[in-house]
């Protein structure tokens, strides 16, 4: 499945909904209204499955503030997807979506070797502002960086979301560490905000 999107957003909402289990009938409801949903393009689902839902849970006062409140997706390994067209539409949707919001209710770390439509992409006026990004290479061991990376990123969710009793040790040293793992040298790493 490595040339389709059609797994990537249903697998996010998902796990929004294990995350925010008071999303969950607002997704099951959109499946049971639009059962071919999954076969749709990859904006109307994720529009759908993910960005209204969380709309119409935070009008109803049931999602707290994304201010205070954060939710990070990984995507890793998009340069898995062989097709250069299916990688710039994934990017560029996401990216899309969270210009929608004052304050997006997600944040997305998408993991990739840092092949050429990626970069483009990513450098693109369409994502101008929209993210940060932490290029590695083979020379030199990136575990530390790539750690650093994120622990800063972390931490300035947190001192940004003061409103917010985050745990005391958020995100744990084995979650950072299982990120950490996953990467590998030539890869890159950029943080959709």
């Given at each position: 499945?490595?040339?389709?999107?059609?797994?990537?957003?249903?697998?996010?909402?998902?796990?929004?909904?294990?995350?925010?289990?008071?999303?969950?009938?607002?997704?099951?409801?959109?499946?049971?209204?639009?059962?071919?949903?999954?076969?749709?393009?990859?904006?109307?689902?994720?529009?759908?499955?993910?960005?209204?839902?969380?709309?119409?849970?935070?009008?109803?006062?049931?999602?707290?503030?994304?201010?205070?409140?954060?939710?990070?997706?990984?995507?890793?390994?998009?340069?898995?997807?062989?097709?250069?067209?299916?990688?710039?539409?994934?990017?560029?949707?996401?990216?899309?979506?969270?210009?929608?919001?004052?304050?997006?209710?997600?944040?997305?770390?998408?993991?990739?070797?840092?092949?050429?439509?990626?970069?483009?992409?990513?450098?693109?006026?369409?994502?101008?502002?929209?993210?940060?990004?932490?290029?590695?290479?083979?020379?030199?061991?990136?575990?530390?960086?790539?750690?650093?990376?994120l622990t800063e990123s972390f931490e300035e969710i947190k001192t940004s979301r003061t409103s917010f009793r985050f745990p005391v040790i958020w995100p744990s040293q084995s979650?950072?560490?299982?990120?950490?793992?996953?990467?590998?040298?030539?890869?890159?790493?950029?943080?959709?905000?």
């Amino acid at each position: 499945m490595r040339n389709t999107f059609k797994p990537l957003i249903p697998t996010i909402a998902c796990q929004i909904a294990i995350v925010l289990p008071e999303i969950r009938p607002l997704v099951e409801l959109v499946i049971e209204r639009d059962p071919i949903i999954f076969d749709k393009s990859l904006a109307t689902q994720l529009q759908s499955l993910t960005i209204q839902p969380l709309k119409d849970l935070s009008a109803s006062g049931k999602l707290s503030n994304p201010e205070t409140t954060p939710r990070l997706v990984v995507i890793d390994g998009l340069d898995e997807c062989n097709d250069p067209k299916i990688q710039t539409m994934i990017v560029r949707e996401i990216a899309h979506a969270l210009r929608r919001f004052t304050v997006p209710p997600l944040k997305f770390l998408i993991a990739s070797r840092p092949e050429q439509c990626i970069i483009h992409t990513f450098n693109s006026a369409a994502l101008n502002g929209l993210w940060r990004s932490l290029v590695l290479d083979d020379t030199y061991k990136p575990d530390d960086d790539i750690r650093l990376f994120l622990t800063e990123s972390f931490e300035e969710i947190k001192t940004s979301r003061t409103s917010f009793r985050f745990p005391v040790i958020w995100p744990s040293q084995s979650d950072i560490d299982t990120l950490v793992a996953n990467h590998q040298a030539n890869s890159s790493m950029h943080l959709l905000l």
